[in-house]
């Protein structure tokens, strides 16, 4: 699995309130959620996120509530994976449980500027800045979250098995 494209990078600690505010929970339509993702601590998220883009962020991206509609609105905004730092635990089972690729990366995350090009290898868990030429090496993806990924997310993986 290979993702490509630009960074849109956060700081630490950007909850799930930040992600998805739970004023627009009352909808379990992901298209109509990602028009508001990132939405009240990035009001141009949605006007700049372009299919394939990679979130970058600092520490605990993913803290707070264990809403599943954080990870599902991020992808249906487009993004098609997320490095970071590290990640709340809840908000990374759910990100696997929907389909959505995350990485931690802490040295990545320290050289990546918003609008470089990145490429991540989920299979060798490699992370490239296109831009500058920098390489790290994260965490490949355990085959078995490969396929949970592969197949768009926990249900349809197991669907598949059926």
């Known amino acids: 699995m290979l993702f490509k494209g630009k960074a849109i990078t956060y700081g630490r600690d950007i909850d799930t309130d930040a992600i998805i505010a739970a004023r627009y929970l009352n ?7 990602a028009e508001h993702c990132m939405e009240d601590i990035d009001p141009t998220f949605v006007e700049r996120v372009q299919p394939g883009d990679i979130i970058v962020a600092g520490e605990n991206f993913g803290c707070g509530s264990s809403r599943e509609h954080a990870p599902s609105c991020i992808k249906a905004a487009g993004i098609s994976c997320v490095v970071a730092k590290s990640f709340a ?13 995350i ?8 050289s990546v500027s918003d609008g470089d090009i990145v490429e991540v290898n989920a299979d060798t868990g490699v992370i490239s800045n296109l831009t ?3 390489s790290w090496q994260g965490q490949a993806f355990p085959e078995f979250i490969q396929k949970i990924i592969e197949a768009g997310g926990l249900v349809a993986r197991t669907k598949e098995r059926m």
Request: hydrophobic share 40%; glycine share 6%.
């Open 132 to 134: 500058t030429g920098q």
């Open 103 to 110: 990485m931690e990366c802490p040295d990545a995350v320290d």
């Open 27 to 33: 909808s379990s339509d992901m298209a109509e959620l």
């Open 89 to 101: 635990r809840i908000f990374f089972r759910n990100a696997i449980n929907v389909g959505l690729p």
